[in-house]
């Protein structure tokens, strides 16, 4: 079996040689500044060095923009030692805090109101705006026809678009306030991503959508199973429509925080696989599995204790070890590593996961 095979069948509960072997966070080559410091052109040969699988997390993205374009350029609007306040072409205003390991906060977003929206639309979301396909896609799809990896069409998640344009509190009101805002946010972004995928499956063969959702914290979901059922599940139903037309086998969400409690309305929707389960949030991975017999999980254990030492790392892989043997389960951090974590640290940990990974077989 190849990395492609291995993670759509352990994701779908099919049986399997083993589970394939991914980094999960990080990007290609992906490495921490001070690690580059202390081992200079790491940057260029670590994935090869632990031996990841597949490309980029494990499963590869194409570089279509399923974001808002023709933007414009970014102005600067003021600077300290610390921070950058920054207006993005859209009118989204950031802080950027020159250290740390999450480094962007948002305070103020671009939609407040219908007539925003619409005119936000307008100006943003043409699905067929050229310079959405990156000016080498043929060659592209020669090499994606080819592929060993998995590969996944990208879709900026039904409440996680609209938070990125309203904010999590204001998107909390209008709810409530707005609801014919929320719905057409909702209902018109994937409208555009479905026109998108249409372009992209015309010419290749997709094994994962990936919703990027972001839709709960430690102590839970932002919003009830009642309020998904109403505003993002007619979305998912469009989704796994999608999906089922074109063969593709997994719809991923991706969200931080404790999600248990909207895991059985997502499935009832259509989504298959859930990550990264962050443990210090309250997720149990064990406890998924036993609870969701039919959902996929990836991620889920401590990125802390890369910075805590090898014990704490090595209890990590004794809970890796008897979760791939539940089934549907591909390990990994539950987020980025931290920048506490040493290069040695990470490096023990991810040898230790590619040794579990090679000597355990899902037993269901």
């Known amino acids: 079996m190849n990395t492609r095979e291995r993670f759509v069948k352990t994701l779908m509960g099919e049986p399997v040689d083993r589970v394939p072997f991914i980094k999960v966070f990080g990007g290609t080559n992906a490495v921490l500044p001070h690690w580059k410091n202390e081992h200079p ?14 490309v980029y997390r494990g499963w590869g993205v194409t570089p279509v923009n399923m974001d808002s374009s023709n933007m414009g350029t970014t102005e600067d609007l003021s600077e300290t030692d610390d921070i950058i306040v920054r207006r993005r072409g859209d009118g989204t205003i ?8 999450y480094n962007r906060h948002t305070i103020e977003w671009p939609v407040k109101t219908m007539q925003d929206w619409e005119e936000y639309k307008e100006k943003y979301l043409d699905p067929d705006d050229p310079s959405r396909f990156p000016s080498d896609w043929d060659a592209r799809v020669q090499e994606y026809g080819n592929r060993d990896y998995p590969l996944q069409l990208t879709h900026r998640g039904v409440y996680g678009f609209a938070r990125e344009r309203m904010g999590d509190e204001n998107l909390a009101y209008a709810f409530y306030d707005s609801p014919a805002l929320v719905h057409d946010m909702m209902e018109s ?9 249409e372009k ?20 839970g979901s932002l919003i009830s199973p009642a309020m998904f059922d109403e505003f993002m599940a007619p979305c998912y139903r469009r989704i796994a429509e999608f999906a089922c037309e074109h063969d593709i086998k997994i719809i991923l969400v991706d969200s931080d925080g404790l999600i248990e409690n909207l895991t059985e309305s997502m499935l009832k929707a259509g989504v298959n696989t859930l990550y990264p389960y962050e443990v210090l ?18 991620g889920g254990l401590r990125k ?18 008897e979760w791939i043997k539940k089934g549907r389960y591909i390990p990994g951090p539950d987020h980025f590593v931290l920048g506490l974590a040493s290069f040695a640290n990470y490096r023990y940990f991810m ?8 000597t355990t077989k899902p037993e269901t």
């Open 304 to 321: 802390e204790a890369m910075y805590e030492g090898k014990e704490a790392i090595d209890r990590e892989m004794v809970k890796a070890r």
């Open 351 to 358: 040898e230790s996961l590619r040794e579990v990974v090679m």
């Open 281 to 298: 949030a309250g997720n149990d991975v064990g406890r998924v599995l036993d609870r969701f017999p039919n959902v996929g999980v990836v």
């Open 200 to 219: 992209q499956t015309a010419e290749v063969e997709f094994d994962l959508i990936e919703c990027w959702e972001d839709m709960a914290c430690k102590n």
């Open 41 to 54: 052109g790491i940057e260029t040969c670590i994935d090869e060095l632990l031996g990841f699988e597949g």
């Open 189 to 197: 972004y994937t409208d555009f991503a479905i026109k998108l995928w």
């Open 94 to 101: 950031d802080q950027i805090y020159k250290s740390g390991d």
